[in-house]
Structures are given as structure tokens and as C-alpha cells.
């Protein structure tokens, strides 16, 4: 198992990623929400692992709304950059 996967089982690490509060790692993509439910938010971010370059999907959620309480369990994934052409359509001036 990767040095990375281990650091990142522990949850209170993992926070600490999150809030780009640990120097072995580098946000490579802003927080994103991936799904959104009338309870919780569903969010995700990919962190680079600098040591040995390899890249981990953070997934987590959170309450909605200030009264919802969710415990934090986040699920990490490695993950590989991919490169992808993506088409957009104007309108002419």
C-alpha cells in the first residue's frame, strides 16, 4: 500500500489535506460539488501527493443547511490525470 493511502485513512489527516494544511500535499482541483441532495452536499477534490507524484480524489459531504450534522467520512480514491477535449459553442458577434 502507498505511503499516501495510508496517511490518508486516518480522517483527522485528511481534514487537515483538505484544508491544504499539509505540506506532502497540493490541491490540484477546486472543491467541487458532484451531487446535492435536500440534506447533504456531496463534495470531491484532487490532491497531488508531491513525494512520489501520484494523484488521490478526496470525497466527502456535508449538511445542507447549518442544522444538518453529518460525521466526517471521507472515501479517497487514487486517481490519473486524463486528458480530454471538451467542445464549447458561441454565438457569433
Known amino acids: 500500500m502507498s505511503k499516501a493511502k495510508e496517511l490518508l485513512k486516518d480522517k483527522d489527516f485528511c481534514q487537515e489535506v483538505l484544508w491544504e494544511d499539509h505540506e506532502d500535499f ?3 482541483t477546486e472543491k467541487n460539488i458532484y451531487d446535492q ?3 447533504d452536499t456531496f463534495y470531491e477534490r484532487v490532491f497531488k501527493y508531491l513525494p512520489d507524484g501520484t494523484f488521490w480524489k478526496i470525497s466527502w459531504q456535508e449538511g ?5 450534522e453529518t460525521d466526517f467520512d471521507p472515501h479517497v480514491v487514487q486517481v490519473y490525470p486524463k486528458a480530454v477535449e471538451t467542445t464549447i459553442y458561441v454565438k457569433e458577434h
Open 26 to 28: 497540493k490541491g490540484v
Open 37 to 39: 441532495s435536500r440534506w
Open 64 to 68: 445542507s443547511t447549518e442544522y444538518q
